[in-house]
């Protein structure tokens, strides 16, 4: 091989790796913005959920919830728990798992919105009062360091 030809070659794997290493980094920053967009609707959420207010306004921040978490999966490709995450090895060790706490996650909004879409105050915030601790939480301790 002469010597140009390698030269072109290692610029050629350069060029790949450093296009994986901002793909990487793309989705991770897409995943952070994401979930802390899911944590302000949490908290958005949380004074209609306290005085048992109208629910009926939460309905926009539930859909894009239920938008978001119904691509959450894919926003974890292999290759993307390292560097600025928070991302537990234990997402692609125990993939299955993660989608499924996703799904649970998924099915609870559900009901949220149900809650939501009907006016029911008390409902929504039964829902509300689980869909932090039971399912949101549930998937940050197996699945997010601290």
């Known amino acids: 091989m002469t010597f140009r030809v390698w030269l072109a070659a290692l610029g050629i794997a350069a060029m790949a790796a450093s296009g994986a290493a901002y793909a990487q980094s793309t989705v991770i920053a897409e995943r952070r913005a994401g979930l802390k967009r899911m944590g302000e609707h949490m908290e958005a959420m949380k004074p209609i959920s306290d005085a048992r207010g109208d629910p009926r306004p939460a309905l926009a921040r ?25 991302a537990l090895p234990a997402i692609w060790q125990e ?14 909004l559900a009901t949220l919105r149900a809650a939501a879409a009907a ?23 197996p699945f997010r360091a601290r």
């Open 62 to 86: 539930i859909d894009d919830m239920i938008a978001w978490y119904t691509v959450l999966p894919s926003k974890f490709p292999p290759g993307s728990g390292t560097g600025d995450t928070k």
């Open 95 to 108: 993939f299955p798992r993660f989608e499924q706490a996703n799904t649970a996650l998924l099915g609870q």
């Open 119 to 141: 006016g029911d105050a008390a409902a929504f915030q039964t829902a509300y009062q689980a869909t932090g601790p039971q399912f949101c939480g549930g998937c940050h301790r």
